[in-house]
């Protein structure tokens, strides 16, 4: 893929935030989003995405690196970006206190929608959010799922280039969050907008982004389209589980056909195969040739969990720990605890 | 910027119209002065008219120069919350969502400062006419003895509009610089009674210590209602050792001080954070 520098592109280079001098929340970020592509930055609770979104939002300074979007220079000409990008944060921040179509309204008149079309675009977007009905209430009345649409609408009214999506779909139900997708990708067809979007919901992440980057701890460990990720596990993976410890069984799992790696984790053992349903036989017959007792032998197609198990050597838990805003805050506040006994 | 101004500005004059309590809420301590304090301190009782009109500067009671102390006050109680919006909307996201739009930092600050100040200016002249009304009520109220003219007029609302920009400046950059609602209200109680208690929209003039008229002279709400008694009272310039347009002018030194101030503290508050 040719370098995108260009409209509707984001390209980061070694982007980096350091909080408090200490917490490394982005450390040495790179990647390329070309125009109308779906990003995804997939990680858990603290991985740095957030930061990230932040960084390319103009939200946040960044400690180091390079950032454009929409061939503008984040870092640079902030206020340019702004004009050029729409923001659905992971918080609600439209105004409460305003009426859904008060807070479009508003919205359209601090992007610069020419006054003649934010009537008939305010409109439209209440009817495709499905909240036409509501669109004089209050939103502070609205329902979790009003609400998030509202924010969708808030950050799409003046049909931006690129679309930043922060954790979108946070406290949706499964339905709710299928609604919010449809929206998107109804908007990104419509307008070819380039969208960049943060979850931690690996389904999300899978059905609806053109590629995926999987950060943790700050780094960017693994990036590709869903399926070459899946592909790079190199098949299926089955786990063997011994009934008590004893002996490695790495030796035993190896030379049983077909089998392509061995990883022992946590007491089990990763084999990884061209075809699991074939394999799980011969494992099991080569186990009991060798009298060890299994407790459970599994089988995984590929998904985005076992390539984050493989990338990250752990499992991927959507509500392990805390951001690292979060992480950054407390930091501060142990200073200060400590500065004031001082 | 014009129209980002104008966009922000309607969103918080709604957000005030669906809140009337918050008004009631301003101009409640005003109007408790007026029907306790102003009602119960008849310093007309003891001294001769002479005296007392020596006392009030030339007012031709103590209520009448006591009432337009209030309509400075109330520049004060009508601004006392705009802060605790800015940190509430900072709490409820509102404040991120409109920092994440084009608009500057200059159109937030200006906006808020514009809504702002129409509360005041109102409030203060409902004080004025409310002085008034209770003199036809038969308690003490306001009276206003010299002719009002248009140059006078115009120096008195200048003088309150002025005062509330002053004071609106002051609690939005407050708000903007500090996070929590217990903190701000807490600075804000800090400044609210000694700005009132150093000026001279309380106490008569006359009855000063001469080291407490130096620091009255410099209080912003001073300037305000000596611009607004000199109009008032007949004979009242006699009193005062500058016109009316030196304290606006001193006036409008303190609200640009404080504005630069506070579109500075606002810039800070909404500039990519580091």
């Known amino acids: 893929m040719a370098t995108p520098t260009g409209k509707g592109t984001i390209v980061a280079a070694e982007l980096t935030k350091v909080y408090n001098g200490k917490v490394r929340a982005v450390d040495g970020v790179s990647f390329e989003v070309a125009q109308g592509e779906v990003y995804g930055f997939l990680g858990p609770n603290g991985a740095g995405k957030t930061t990230t979104v932040a960084v390319l939002t103009a939200g946040l300074s960044a400690t180091s690196g390079q950032a454009t979007v929409d061939g503008i220079d984040v870092l640079r000409h902030p206020e340019d970006v702004k004009r050029r990008i729409g923001i659905v944060f992971q918080e609600m921040t439209s105004d409460g206190d305003l009426t859904g179509r008060e807070n479009l309204e508003l919205a359209a008149a601090l992007y610069g929608v020419p006054r003649s079309e934010v009537a008939s675009r305010v409109n439209g977007l209440l009817e495709r959010m499905q909240v036409a009905d509501a669109a004089d209430r209050l939103a502070k009345t609205y329902s979790g799922g009003m609400r998030r649409r509202l924010e969708l609408a808030v950050g799409t009214v003046h049909s931006p280039g690129v679309l930043f999506l922060d954790e979108p779909t946070l406290g949706l139900d499964p339905q709710g969050r299928a609604g919010f997708w449809k929206y998107v990708q109804e908007l990104r067809r419509e307008h070819g907008m380039t969208v960049f979007v943060t979850t931690h919901y690996l389904e999300e992440a899978d059905g609806m982004c053109d590629r995926i980057a999987i950060i943790d701890h700050g780094r960017i460990v693994a990036s590709g389209t869903p399926a070459e990720l899946k592909d790079r596990l190199g098949g299926d993976i089955v786990t063997v589980r011994p009934l008590a410890a004893g002996p490695d069984l790495t030796p035993l799992l190896k030379a049983v056909p077909g089998v392509l790696t061995v990883t022992a984790q946590d007491g089990s053992y990763r084999v990884k195969c061209p075809n699991g349903e074939g394999l799980v036989p011969k494992l099991v017959e080569a186990c009991a040739r060798s009298n060890v007792s299994l407790a459970g032998v599994s089988l995984k197609r590929p998904s985005l969990d076992e390539v984050f198990l493989e990338f990250t050597g752990r499992e991927f838990r959507e509500d392990e720990g805390f951001s690292a805003t979060d992480r950054a805050v407390m930091l501060g506040r142990v200073q200060n605890q400590l500065g004031g006994r001082r | ?274």
């Open chain 2, 1 to 274: 910027m014009i129209r980002e101004v104008g966009a922000l500005t309607r969103r918080e004059l709604k957000r005030l119209a669906r809140n009337p309590q918050a008004i009631v809420t301003s101009l409640l301590l005003p109007i408790l002065y007026l029907l306790l304090f102003g009602q119960a301190f008849n310093l007309g009782a003891a001294v001769s008219p002479s005296v007392l009109k020596e006392l009030v500067r030339g007012a031709p009671t103590y209520f009448s120069y006591f009432a337009a102390g209030m309509a400075g006050f109330v520049a004060v109680t009508a601004t006392l919350f705009l802060g605790a919006n800015v940190i509430f909307d900072r709490l409820f996201g509102v404040l991120k969502r409109t920092s994440s739009t084009p608009a500057g930092a200059t159109a937030i600050f200006g906006s808020r400062l514009l809504a702002g100040i129409l509360q005041p200016v109102g409030l203060a002249f409902l004080v004025l006419g409310l002085a008034v009304g209770l003199g036809k009520a038969g308690l003490s109220g306001l009276t206003v003895t010299a002719p009002v003219s248009f140059v006078g007029a115009g120096e008195v609302v200048l003088a309150i509009v002025i005062l509330s920009v002053m004071f609106a400046s002051l609690f939005l950059a407050i708000g903007f610089t500090i996070e929590q609602p217990q903190s701000y209200f807490a600075v804000v109680n800090a400044i609210n009674l000694p700005v009132l208690l150093t000026s001279a929209a309380l106490f008569p003039w006359g009855l000063m210590p001469v080291w407490f008229r130096n620091v009255a002279s410099f209080n912003p709400i001073t300037l305000a209602v000596n611009v607004i008694r000199e109009n008032l009272f007949a004979g009242a310039t006699a009193y005062y050792p500058y016109d009316a347009s030196v304290y606006l002018l001193g006036l409008a030194a303190w609200a640009a001080a404080i504005i630069v101030v506070a579109i500075v503290l606002a810039r800070r508050a909404l500039a990519p954070r580091s």
